[in-house]
């Protein structure tokens, strides 16, 4: 489930496109702040002030930052809503958990397409590159951190994203068989020991 | 080494400008046909064809449609040149030798942007993508599968090219720590036993 359609009351007073045009401004601004600043830097104050709308009803309409990204970058997924899956998971199955995560996105056409325009445009611009990077890490990748075992849990996690990246392009982007056709428990069964690996094994010279 | 500046008759006759211009005439064919038709489609007498020279003039000057490839596209290095090296590596040490391998191109500056720039193209263009897939499968992956042990070669290679091309998008592109700045033993030491799997040991469901 995304940030994008939440009902609120002003839906409900009929105000629909004065709010919805209220929406779209915050969305516009947010894609821009976004871009320009990239993740980490860019504030829901800020955005607001771009959008000339008060930063409580940014809040309102779209919760957090985390939120508002998704829904201004049409991201597929909330990631502190499924992230919990992996949080929640046994130690011996880390790596089993999250590509079934990851599978239940791709695996789905239309968060599919959702995830690859995004990789794409983080793989051809530099700015992209930025903001993606710091979404993943600080909405993905810190919490796959805090499940990792052993020393250097953020290494740890960003290898898990080498090779969820590296799927992501071979199995959807350049279809790259016989990868591209193998059922998703094929996938789980050959990727799922590599990431639990890279969370609790070794991986330091 | 590439097939970009080989010596050539021609050039010591002092007919260096007619020479280059055939030359870069053959190049702009080979871009347009391998676009148009993939890289198996595309055949170094249809390319000679669109060039109006003789395809003998073709294979003179690149030789292999490899190496015309190779330097049309400025692929960083010529598959067969180097893939010798995995080829004749021990059965245990295929992983290592497959990701130091890479990192001989990568970790160098020139070679990994000739690199990410076909990546950037063969991410965001359809036929970029067919072009790179079929050129990868068929100059790197066929000779990865060679050297897999048990069922399933081409499949196994398939899923070496997946950590590969993350490790590539992971590192240099997107630039997610603390990856992006591990060393390049560190990277052999996390990734080739995922490799060595791969290649080795079970992948099936």
């Given at each position: 489930?995304?940030?994008?359609?939440?009902?609120t009351?002003?839906?409900?007073?009929?105000?629909?496109?004065?709010?919805?045009?209220?929406?779209?401004?915050?969305?516009?601004?947010?894609?821009?702040?976004?871009?320009?600043?990239?993740?980490?830097?860019?504030?829901?104050?800020?955005?607001?002030?771009?959008?000339?709308?008060?930063?409580?009803?940014?809040?309102?309409?779209?919760?957090?930052?985390?939120?508002?990204?998704?829904?201004?970058?049409?991201?597929?997924?909330?990631?502190?809503?499924?992230?919990?899956?992996?949080?929640?998971?046994?130690?011996?199955?880390?790596?089993?958990?999250?590509?079934?995560?990851?599978?239940?996105?791709?695996?789905?056409?239309?968060?599919?397409?959702?995830?690859?325009?995004?990789?794409?445009?983080?793989?051809?611009?530099?700015?992209?590159?930025?903001?993606?990077?710091?979404?993943?890490?600080s909405?993905?990748?810190?919490?796959?951190?805090?499940?990792?075992?052993?020393?250097?849990?953020?290494y740890?996690?960003?290898?898990?994203?080498?090779?969820i990246?590296?799927?992501?392009?071979?199995?959807?982007?350049?279809?790259?068989?016989?990868?591209?056709?193998?059922?998703?428990?094929?996938?789980?069964?050959?990727?799922?020991p590599?990431?639990?690996?890279?969370?609790?094994?070794?991986?330091?010279?």
């Amino acid at each position: 489930m995304t940030a994008r359609e939440p009902t609120t009351p002003l839906r409900r007073t009929g105000r629909r496109s004065g709010d919805s045009g209220t929406r779209e401004a915050i969305l516009e601004a947010a894609r821009t702040r976004f871009a320009e600043l990239g993740y980490d830097a860019a504030t829901i104050r800020g955005i607001a002030a771009d959008a000339g709308v008060d930063p409580a009803l940014v809040h309102h309409f779209y919760g957090t930052k985390e939120k508002l990204f998704v829904a201004a970058m049409r991201f597929p997924v909330v990631p502190s809503e499924v992230i919990g899956l992996v949080a929640g998971a046994d130690r011996d199955r880390l790596g089993e958990t999250i590509v079934r995560t990851i599978l239940g996105v791709w695996e789905r056409e239309e968060t599919r397409a959702q995830s690859l325009a995004l990789l794409r445009s983080a793989v051809t611009n530099e700015r992209a590159a930025t903001m993606v990077r710091e979404f993943v890490t600080s909405a993905i990748l810190n919490v796959i951190a805090t499940v990792a075992q052993g020393d250097e849990p953020e290494y740890r996690a960003s290898l898990v994203a080498s090779q969820i990246l590296g799927l992501g392009i071979a199995r959807y982007v350049l279809a790259i068989e016989p990868l591209a056709s193998a059922s998703a428990e094929d996938v789980v069964a050959a990727v799922a020991p590599t990431l639990q690996r890279y969370l609790t094994g070794a991986v330091r010279a």
